[in-house]
């Protein structure tokens, strides 16, 4: 079963679903073990992710290793409607279409949750809220769930704290080949990707202004600095602001940083990091992004409450003109820049290829493993499994430590 927006676009998607699988050789790996050891065989797993190539590639592998899978998007602006007519055809359960509204993107949420999903595999936790929220009478089938981003973690991190979280979740989110690469070099990558390819901007020269300091506001901060952009980093962790500092960039507070800036692209993950009177202290011009997960981190609504007009003066781009006349620009709607952006493509394959090896290898984990209820991260020996299978990968050797080296490693009687 599915429901997609146009099933003649499927030969596309499916070209591009074989694209990226040749750049994911880790997941590859997985599938061709999941294929011959069929662990999730009698298992229903549903997802809610961003239905993008690389996407369907880990529910392809979920699907090869015996599970029905459904799935839907975690966002309405990134769906790839070739690629999820591709899904459809390659026969995945699949829900969801480009430029959904609110109503719609909850009802294939909804739908995927008719399955009675076994296991949830969540971006953002929005399947999992409505779970709690509307659908408890699928609880009693979750065995445990999966969450791909912080912003997901720190929700149910927070139900857990008020007793509301029913069920066990492994943050994915936290595994190091996780967040140490899809985090910064994924998100800096491919947000300066969408970016450059939506606006045709020069961002040499250009003033940056990354919000949030976590690993996404490091990539995005390196490959801005890396194009040539005059880069400064606002920050609430004096820490973080500290290390932003010594890496070479302007720190300031918010309220200083956009009467500089060109370019900003929120990465917080938080709400309202740009709003109310912010907007009167910028530069005719300045454009808004954000690489946080949800539309919530620009205020829109103060924005248009300061303009006049508001218009799309090229697709993926809303040009706001303030009362004094100043024109500010928003891209993708305050939503995922590098997803939700006309040439949003999301990560690069090779980087998302160890990020759902992670997905794939967690969902086996939580099946074969009585996990209690709360949010856990992944264990260390499914990180280390995906580092060595992707360092294979690459070709790349590395050294061991000899029996004297692990014995001197774990004595206290030698010294000086």
């Known amino acids: 079963m599915s429901k997609v927006k146009d099933m003649s676009l499927a030969k596309e998607g499916i070209r591009k679903i074989e694209w990226v ?20 065989k009698g298992i229903t797993i549903g997802s809610c992710l961003h239905l993008e190539p690389k996407t369907i590639n880990l529910g392809l592998t979920l699907q090869a290793g015996g599970a029905e899978v459904a799935m839907t998007g975690c966002n309405p602006l990134s769906t790839h409607d070739d690629a999820v007519a591709g899904a459809a055809d390659l026969g995945l359960n699949i829900y969801g279409w480009r430029d959904q509204d609110d109503e719609e993107y909850y009802q294939t949420i909804n739908m995927v949750l008719d399955h009675k999903p076994d296991i949830i595999i969540d971006d953002g936790a929005d399947m999992i809220m409505v779970l709690h929220n509307e659908r408890t009478d699928v609880l009693k089938h979750i065995k445990g769930a999966c969450e791909e981003t912080t912003t997901g973690v720190h929700r149910l991190e927070a139900m857990h704290k008020d007793g509301a979280l029913k069920f066990p979740v492994v943050a994915v989110n936290d595994a190091y080949t996780k967040y140490l690469f899809d985090s910064r070099y994924g998100t800096g990558q491919s947000s300066f990707d969408a970016i450059m390819g939506t606006t045709n901007m020069l961002i040499a020269g250009k003033s940056v202004v990354v919000c949030g300091y976590g690993w996404c506001g490091r990539g995005i901060a390196l490959r801005a600095q890396g194009l040539g952009a005059n880069v400064i980093v606002t920050e609430i962790d004096s820490i973080r602001a500290l290390e932003a ?12 940083a956009v009467k500089e800036a060109d370019l900003i692209i929120t990465v917080t993950g938080n709400i309202n990091i740009i709003h109310g009177d912010d907007f009167k202290y910028m530069k005719d011009g300045c454009m808004l992004c954000n690489s946080g997960h949800f539309n919530v981190e620009i205020n829109r609504q103060d924005l248009e409450a300061q303009s006049t007009d508001v218009r799309e003066v090229r697709e993926s781009i809303e040009m706001f003109t303030m009362k004094d006349g100043r024109k500010i620009y928003l891209l993708a709607d305050g939503r995922l820049v590098n997803l939700s952006a006309a040439r949003g493509q999301g990560h690069p394959a090779e980087i998302m290829d160890m990020s759902f090896a992670v997905q794939a290898l967690s969902a086996k984990y939580i099946l074969n493993n009585d996990l209690e209820v709360g949010v856990t991260k992944a264990p260390d020996d499914i990180d280390y499994e995906v580092a060595n299978l992707k360092l294979k990968a690459m070709d790349i050797e590395i050294d061991t430590l000899s029996e004297r080296q692990k014995e001197y490693m774990c004595s206290w009687k030698e010294g000086t």
Do not use: A, C, N, S
């Open 21 to 40: 699988q040749r750049h994911m050789p880790v997941l590859e790996h997985i599938k061709k073990e999941y294929e011959e050891t069929q662990p999730f």
């Open 245 to 256: 500092r010594m890496d070479g960039y302007r720190v300031m507070k918010i309220r200083d």
